[in-house]
């Protein structure tokens, strides 16, 4: 019986990663630690990257994910200070603040006939500069910010091998995300009209499907799903907020976009990779005899290299013919 090619590549990758986590657990690194910490940082990435596919394969390219991940860690904290729960910012100052964000992009996009990657650079720009202004306004404070850590998202701890594995419940939502999407994609006629309207818009338009509608949903949920990771981040990661909190993981996770194709079962899998890369410069900063041995500076280094290396690996994708290119009925 012939395996399939995703399973067959599956069983090289966990094979792969058992044989590195053994290496460095030989050099004193902790591979539960190192797991732990490569989920948490891998979340907010499949949530960002998996809502990109979603809405590239629409016809929509909306590069400010950066922009989206820094307005949502602010809103997102300050929702959870409001409503005293930080589920509730999560979802309040994240999914509707990104899904508003979201859909006003769309909107821009499509009825607005805006230069789409033109309009993602001026909203990461917007990001950085709104951020800060934003904390001031709010706490007084440019630049930090620390919150009740009651408002701290728990995580879930799972009995593995003698100890306990600390999994967050976003980081469940985030991989049930990527099924229902690649479900919704490949599997229903929603997911057929999304691919059209990337693909060849003009042949839903002549369906009687709206193709504007169908890219501003597209857009919303992407904006949404953004959203979460961008609050998740001081929420259920860092227990606390900077101004410069997401480090560029929006443009990370527009990597692991490209390097995924648009497949959102590739963009959870190049968001572990690259989240694995990142727990390993965090769990490397942190281990005695280790730290000591290796830079600094290089082990920050490290999940930036990997995204550069991943994209010079991955050479070119095939992307939607229609992508970012605003729908004009003849």
């Known amino acids: 019986m012939k395996i399939p090619k995703k399973l067959s590549w599956f069983i090289i990758g966990v094979a792969a990663l058992i044989g590195i986590l053994f290496s460095l657990s030989m050099v004193g690194i902790e591979p539960r630690d190192l797991l732990e910490t490569t989920f ?14 979603l809405d590239e394969k629409a016809g929509v390219v909306n590069i400010g994910l950066e922009g989206i991940f820094l307005i949502t860690a602010v809103t997102g904290v300050y ?7 930080g589920v509730g910012g999560l979802i309040i100052g994240g999914a509707i ?47 930090i910010h620390m919150f009740d ?63 504007n509608h169908i890219r501003i949903l597209a857009s919303t949920i992407c904006g949404a799903l953004t959203g979460i990771g961008g609050a998740f981040m001081p929420l259920g990661w860092f227990g606390g907020l900077v101004k410069e909190i997401t480090a560029g993981r929006g443009f990370i996770a527009l990597a692991a976009v490209v390097f995924a194709g648009l497949d959102p079962i590739l963009a959870a899998v190049s968001s572990f990779i690259f989240g694995f890369s990142e727990g390993l410069a965090f769990t490397v900063m942190i281990t005695p005899g280790v730290k000591e041995v290796v830079p600094h500076y290089f ?20 992307f939607p013919k229609a992508l970012g290119k605003p729908y004009i009925r003849e």
Do not use: H
């Open 79 to 85: 929702w959870a200070e409001i409503v005293g729960d």
């Open 40 to 53: 948490m940082a891998m979340t907010p990435l499949i949530l960002a990257a998996v809502g990109e596919c």
């Open 149 to 211: 850590p009651k408002l701290v998202i728990r995580t879930i701890d799972i009995p593995v091998g003698g100890g306990l594995f600390r999994l967050s419940p976003i980081t469940i939502f985030a991989i049930i995300v990527v099924i229902v999407v690649d479900i919704i994609l490949y599997r229903t006629l929603l997911g057929l009209r999304i691919q059209a309207a990337g693909e060849k818009p003009e042949a839903i338009d002549v369906a009687g499907v709206n193709v």
């Open 299 to 318: 082990i920050k280094m490290i999940p930036y290299i990997a995204t550069i290396v991943a994209l010079a690996i991955v050479g070119s994708k095939r």
């Open 97 to 143: 603040m990104g899904g508003l964000i979201g859909l006003f992009f769309g909107i821009i996009s499509t009825y607005g006939k805006a230069a789409q990657v033109v309009a993602g650079m001026g909203l990461n720009v917007f990001g950085l500069g709104f951020v800060p202004f934003l904390m001031v306004a709010l706490w007084a404070f440019p630049g």
